[in-house]
């Protein structure tokens, strides 16, 4: 169903609010893990944080043109309990469970708001779509760390 100008604002901060604490959680655990097996994942979070910041800036750009106020550190809600950096610093399973959770919510969201821009924004649609594509190859790679991991 096309959603109204406020209701994709309200959606666009929610977008940049979950883009934001990935950031947070990414850089926490690029810099948290230890050991061989770990190395490649940190480098891949290091890697990400900087495509998750231009996810927040193209939506923070957005907000803006469309008249809404971008949130501060005081509007932001921290919800990814999944991410939050393992009391076991080897537990790279754990991490990559967390990042998979993280972009399947992205995706999830993604998805909604590519609905609901239908025909009534297609300049956020746009922006959606392309956002989309970026998670789902994050996605993609993560899953395959996932599968080399838990293989025994
Ligand atoms: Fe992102
Ligand atoms: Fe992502």
Redesign the pocket.
């Known amino acids: 169903m096309p959603a109204t100008k406020e209701e994709i604002i309200a959606g666009l901060i929610q977008a940049y609010n979950m883009e934001v604490e ?1 950031i947070v959680n990414y850089l926490a655990n690029s810099i948290h893990l230890d050991g061989v097996r770990a190395d490649f994942v940190k480098q891949a979070l290091t890697a ?1 944080i900087q ?2 910041m231009t996810h927040a800036q193209q939506i923070g750009n957005r907000i803006k043109q469309l008249g809404g106020r971008i949130p501060g550190s005081q509007a932001l809600k921290m919800t990814q309990s999944d991410l939050q950096p393992p009391e076991d610093t080897t537990a790279v399973i754990d991490v990559i469970r967390g990042v998979l959770a993280a ?1 399947e919510s ?1 995706i999830r969201h993604y998805n909604e708001l590519i609905k609901k821009t239908d025909g009534v924004d297609y300049v956020t649609q746009d922006l959606m779509i392309s956002i989309l594509a ?2 789902e190859a ?1 996605r993609q790679q993560f899953e395959g760390y996932l599968k080399e991991y838990t293989k025994s």
Do not use: I
Request: glycine share 0%; aromatic share 0%; proline share 0%.
């Open positions: 990935t990400d495509e998750e972009e992205a970026n998670e994050h």
